[in-house]
């Protein structure tokens, strides 16, 4: 794909969501809402191909770019579940090998021991909750990954498959539970292709995830600089006072930390395994996120800290997104195991061998 | 809308590095079998030992990027940046060529006469010259273009008189560069000041030792009365040295040292903790190594922008402010997980580590632009000022 084709797809982004994504329209799809206007608009562009290979008929962005169409969602807190339909839905069915159905898909991954699996004659019993999966009750299907008989399995359910619980994260996203008990034959159990695995395919929500916190985070950063500039208090704008000045400074190196991690991650995992990166890359997204939302809101006053300002549709993203596909202290926990059994003399090669380039 | 704030494009070293980084670990586990110097955190200012840099001279590893006709390698600023880092990681005694590496070599390149050029430049290559510079002084620190230190004409030359603080390592260097106010301070605070090289031998200096909280000596005060430079020994033009010393800040504020001051004691936490270390501990390494890989990322990135030509001064000023406060995080860490008796003499190395860091720490965040200064170069950048 051209340079061209990719910075055309994040232009045209930029440009529809900044029509499309008013703060009185995010507002309205708060409390397990979705734009399905935006969906609509998006899925006559194309966006929801964005992660399927071109040979299966999709746009085949590598993770780079879609994290880089991500940020753009975050940045305009996008009520549209493009990284669940679009990057993990699509991109999981398209790998196996699936038709895509119309419409939003939603995913669920289940870690073993979180269903009851039952082979039952030809099939699989399946028994069980599975809880928060993003925008579920706007799913025209929901894409299962199981791993069963020694190998990920993807199966597509439509609504009558499962009963949904409503709930919702700190955003008003739709985080709804999943009941199932039913008997699925074998014939709907795909193989997921070469490298998915329930690890892979959380890390690359993860991913996902920290590459929509950055655009919040950008989002946070310019809605306190605009501010800033034009509230005025005794007699002069904000953003002249040096303690204003020293606290948007922090907020900006958070952002540039954040984008680091997250932009190295994307490249490390386009080409291989990532694991350690992409920890590094939702530890350092979170960790930004705490810092970005304490300085915006204080920046801010207590005009920040009513709904009819639109601030808090990043903060509260940054709030909720942090505690999804694992918290700092998940993947820190993770990641300080493996440096911790590696030992202390491989601490500086893990270091560096990240991203390396071998000649 | 598009991103606000500053943006970093992200950079991976080219392939030619890695093969580098090989050497330069076999050197230093060399050096450390033989034992040829201890790790030490913020060892670039704290080891001085001429030796060890003419160990690195003889290898092709000091003025790396300056051009081969001063005697130079003519590498690239990222093949620099792998040296420098693979130094750092191991704690080595750095502080001798320090100054020379970084700064003073990229700035006689820059500005120098071609017969300074000829003349220092293959000397600060075999690590037969070391160099310090003289900034800060009694009345002023962050405020740098208040220096006082003057220049006056005089045959031949100027005549040096004033006073430089902080000097590191002027009693053990042999060249000194030297920020001083050559004509009266007018409404341009930023106009009449300029460099001068001084030869440390040269009558009329005195040097006076200003021992940090471990009581080691690295600081002075250097007193000049009357110290003859001759005109030969101006660094680039009379009244431009406010431009030519803030010109290459992000060499100074963006490379390796300003986040791995404190990684030998990283490393000492993972060896005293073992391989299955208690779940705050595990985590703890997890938080700290994230934020150290996320600060590579971003020194890389200033690196490579550096190396295409670009002045990422503002990059620069956020990633030292980020990852110096990373180094004092490591202590701060670190002192809560395990059990610890920080001390100069301790017998134990994480102690010693610990003791080295926490009294190195306060400088972390003052020396080369104090946070709060880098905060405010990121805050104009961002349209606040």
């Known amino acids: 794909m051209s340079d061209d084709t990719r910075q055309m797809l994040l232009d045209t982004l930029e440009r529809v969501l900044a029509d499309h994504c008013t703060a009185e329209r995010v507002q309205a799809a708060d409390q397990g809402g979705f734009d399905a206007a935006l969906w609509q608009t998006l899925d006559e562009l194309g966006y929801p191909l964005a992660a399927v290979p071109e040979l299966a008929g999709g746009i085949g962005l590598p993770l780079p770019d879609l994290c880089a169409l991500l940020r753009v969602c975050g940045r305009h807190c996008a009520p549209v579940p493009l990284a669940e339909s679009a990057m993990l839905g699509a991109w999981l069915l398209a790998g196996a090998g699936l038709e895509l159905p119309d419409g939003v898909l939603a995913v669920a991954s289940v870690d073993p021991g979180l269903l009851k699996l039952t082979p039952q004659g030809d099939g699989l019993r399946l028994q069980g909750t599975v809880s928060s999966v993003a925008a579920a009750r706007h799913a025209s299907a929901i894409v299962l990954l199981v791993e069963y008989g020694g190998a990920c399995r993807v199966t597509v359910l439509p609504p009558a498959d499962y009963r949904l619980e409503a709930g919702d994260n700190l955003a008003g996203d739709a985080r709804d539970d999943m009941h199932l008990d039913l008997t699925i034959d074998a014939s709907r159990l795909h193989t997921a292709a070469t490298g998915v695995t329930l690890e892979a395919f959380h890390a690359r929500a993860a991913l996902l995830r920290a590459a929509l916190m950055t655009g919040a985070l950008e989002r946070a950063l310019q809605q306190s600089l605009d501010y800033a500039r034009e509230r005025k208090q005794f007699g002069r704008a904000l953003a002249a006072f040096q303690a204003i000045q020293q606290q948007l400074a922090i907020l900006a190196a958070e952002v540039v930390a954040a984008n680091a991690a997250v932009d190295h991650a994307a490249a490390v995992a386009e080409t291989g395994p990532a694991l350690d990166e992409i920890a590094v890359a939702k530890i350092r997204a979170g960790k930004a996120a705490g810092i970005a939302c304490r300085i915006a809101h204080q920046v801010h006053g207590a005009m920040g800290f009513t709904q009819e300002y639109s601030l808090q549709h990043a903060t509260r993203r940054l709030w909720a997104w942090r505690e999804e596909n694992g918290t700092e202290t998940v993947w820190a926990r993770r990641l300080g195991q493996r440096l911790a059994k590696s030992g202390a003399d491989a601490l500086w090669p893990l270091t560096t061998a990240s991203g390396a380039v071998a000649d | ?385």
């Open chain 2, 1 to 385: 809308m598009s991103s606000p704030g500053i943006t970093l494009e992200p950079a991976r070293l080219p392939p030619a590095c890695e093969a580098l980084r090989t050497q330069v670990r076999a050197f230093l586990s060399e050096e450390q079998a033989a034992g040829r110097f201890t790790p030490c955190c913020d060892n670039w200012l704290g080891g001085f030992d001429p030796d060890f840099s003419r160990r690195l001279a003889a290898r092709g590893w000091l003025g790396m990027t300056l051009p081969r006709e001063y005697g130079g390698h003519g590498r690239t600023a990222l093949e620099r940046y792998v040296v420098t880092e693979e130094l750092l990681a191991a704690g080595a005694p750095v502080a001798a060529h320090w100054v020379g590496d970084r700064q003073t070599g990229p700035s006689l390149l820059r500005y120098g006469t071609e017969e300074q050029k000829q003349f220092f430049l293959p000397k600060l290559v075999s690590g037969e010259v070391f160099f310090a510079i003289g900034m800060s002084e009694p009345g002023s620190g962050s405020d740098l273009a208040s220096v006082r230190t003057r220049a006056e004409r005089v045959d031949g030359g100027w005549a040096i008189t004033g006073t430089k603080l902080w000097t590191s390592n002027a009693h053990r260097a042999d060249w000194f560069f030297v920020l001083c106010r050559s004509a009266p301070l007018g409404e341009d605070r930023h106009a009449g000041l300029s460099q001068f090289i001084i030869d440390l031998k040269t009558p009329g200096i005195s040097i006076r030792p200003v021992p940090i909280l471990t009581g080691a000596h690295h600081f002075n005060e250097v007193v000049m009365d009357r110290v003859f430079v001759p005109d030969t020994r101006v660094l680039g033009e009379i009244g431009q040295g406010w431009k030519q010393v803030t010109s290459e800040l992000a060499y100074e504020r963006s490379g390796p040292e300003r986040f791995m001051s404190t990684f030998p004691l990283l490393q000492e936490l993972l060896r005293v903790v073992g391989d299955t270390p208690d779940e705050r501990t595990a985590i703890a390494i997890g938080e700290l190594a994230a934020e150290l890989w996320a600060l590579r990322r971003m020194s890389l990135s200033v690196a490579a922008a550096l190396q295409r030509g670009e002045a990422p001064d503002v990059a620069a000023a956020l990633v030292k402010d980020l990852g110096t406060r990373f180094e004092s995080e490591v202590f701060e860490r670190v002192r809560l997980l395990i059990d610890c008796a920080p001390s100069l003499t301790a017998r134990r190395r994480i102690d010693l580590l610990l003791a080295q860091a926490v009294l190195h720490s306060p400088g972390f965040t003052l020396r080369g632009g104090t946070n709060e200064i880098l905060r405010g170069v990121v805050a104009r950048a961002l349209g606040l000022r």
